[in-house]
Nanobody
Framework: QVQLVESGGGLVQAGGSLRLSCAAS????????MGWFRQAPGKEREFVAA????????AYADSVKGRFTISRDNARNMGYLQMNSLKPEDAADYYC????????????????WGQGTQVTVSS
């Protein structure tokens, strides 16, 4: 079973950048699709980005297209979310998730979750 730990959150000014990391344990990470989701206070968890097991295929929410980039390094058991041109509405707790299957954009089908990392964007 894969376990996930996020890092890299913090406080950034609007227009700034952050890079979130997701460290995975377990030798089977390279066979898992990975996704990033976020949840702001009082809101439902929403899809941000996803990447397939090999890193060839990616998907993004419309709200982050062109600003965020998801990537992974299977040799290092790491996943990343590069966030540029951050906006106040990007502020949320960000979670990485993994599933042993195809790339999907819906949270319930991901069966492994990290504990989350907080991103705060000041205007």
């Amino acid at each position: 079973q894969v376990q996930l730990v996020e890092s890299g959150g913090g406080l950034v000014q609007a227009g700034g950048s952050l890079r979130l990391s997701c460290a995975a344990s377990g030798r089977t990470f390279s066979s898992y699709a990975m996704g990033w989701f976020r949840q702001a206070p009082g809101k439902e968890r929403e899809f941000v980005a996803a990447i397939n097991y090999s890193g060839i295929r990616t998907a993004y929410a419309d709200s982050v297209k062109g600003r965020f980039t998801i990537s992974r390094d299977n040799a290092r058991n790491m996943g990343y979310l590069q966030m540029n041109s951050l906006k106040p509405e990007d502020a949320a707790d960000y979670y990485c998730a993994a599933r042993n299957g195809l790339l999907v954009t819906t949270a319930p089908v991901y069966d492994v979750w990290g504990q989350g990392t907080q991103v705060t964007v000041s205007s």
